[in-house]
């Protein structure tokens, strides 16, 4: 047990000097040992779709709106968030807004991933070491290395993970930290205006870890066919403001909103092994907004949670 000035201190000192490869691994390894695990027996196209957060570019919840996408789309998703650090609303805070019962058991979050094909794992439930952090991270209120193994410790151990990053740097930290942590397939992005997404506004740059190998590369939403869109498009002040952008790209309005999530869903969809590339998955995504099949995933959700939780 550390006194918040303490642990303020160190988790600023480790920001300061620059986290290594080998100090996040070893974080990582540390906070799974002692996480809350949730057990899903089939792992195959189990993925995360998550950001480190700290970016600060205050956008709708991105990353949110795609699970519901990449699940219609025949992904598995156990997502792993939290609540806002930097930003005007992290995933807890969007889901909560639209109805969702956050603090479900592991039982019960194993079950809506095989009834629904998503899962939310409150990251406080799961990690106690993050219980006592979340207050000095909250005051601190910049990213910490938290923000960084947040992504790495997801507690039902997807094998597959699409994550986000806000430093150009930690594309090829995160992508080989995956490596060393035995993840199978994993795509970490960070869009060049800054976007710990796969931008509509800037080249993206890519580490991806397939096959045991890493390899990095850069996307353009123009290798994708999707026009490129300034992020301020995309911005939002409350939780309230980002459901009512999810909503509308659940409802298959057409704009910069929905490109961008079918853009990351497609990603994540590639990350899950559903589709055999971003592009491929992009299609995938398309068609299961439009169809309907992404919102209806939502619905279930909710639904679901609220009956397990009674």
Excluded: W
């Excluded at 070491?129 to 992504?151: C, D, Q, S, W, Y």
């Excluded at 490596?179 to 976007?195: C, I, N, S």
């Amino acid at each position: 047990e550390l006194s918040p000035v303490m642990m303020a201190a160190l988790i600023t000192g480790l920001r300061v000097k620059k986290e290594t490869i080998g100090e996040i691994t070893a974080a990582a390894e540390v906070m799974r040992e002692f996480s809350t695990k949730v057990h899903i027996a089939d792992k195959k196209h189990l993925v995360d779709i998550v950001g480190t957060g700290g970016d600060g570019s205050h956008t709708f919840n991105i990353s949110t709106c795609a699970m519901f996408v990449a699940a219609a789309a025949g992904a598995k998703v156990s997502k792993h968030g939290g609540r806002s650090v930097s930003s005007k609303s992290g995933s807890a805070d969007v889901l909560e807004s639209l109805g969702l019962n956050i603090n479900l058991s592991p039982e019960a979050i194993a079950r809506c991933v095989q009834e629904v094909g998503i899962g939310f794992m409150f990251a406080p439930n799961h990690h106690p070491a993050m219980k006592n952090v979340a207050p000095v991270r909250k005051e601190l209120g910049v990213r910490t290395i938290f923000n960084i193994l947040g992504p790495l410790t997801n507690p039902a151990g997807a094998p597959n993970i699409l994550m986000g990053v806000f430093h150009p740097d930690l594309v090829g930290i995160q992508v080989r930290a995956l490596q060393r942590l035995g993840a199978e397939h994993a795509v970490v992005v960070y869009g060049r205006d800054g976007m710990d997404e796969i931008s509509l506004g800037a080249a993206t740059m890519v580490g991806e870890l397939k096959d045991g190998q890493v390899s990095e590369y850069e996307v353009h939403p123009e290798d994708f066919g999707l026009p490129m869109a300034s992020n301020r498009t995309l911005k939002v002040e409350t939780a309230e403001q980002s459901k009512a952008m999810l909503m509308s790209v659940l409802d298959n309005q057409p704009g910069a909103a929905r490109d961008i999530v079918m853009l990351n869903a497609g990603a994540a969809l590639y990350a899950a092994n559903v589709a055999d590339s971003i592009k491929a998955g992009i299609e995938k995504a398309r068609a299961a907004i439009e169809s309907g099949a992404a919102k209806a995933r939502l619905v279930h959700l909710i639904a679901l949670s609220r009956q397990l939780a009674a």
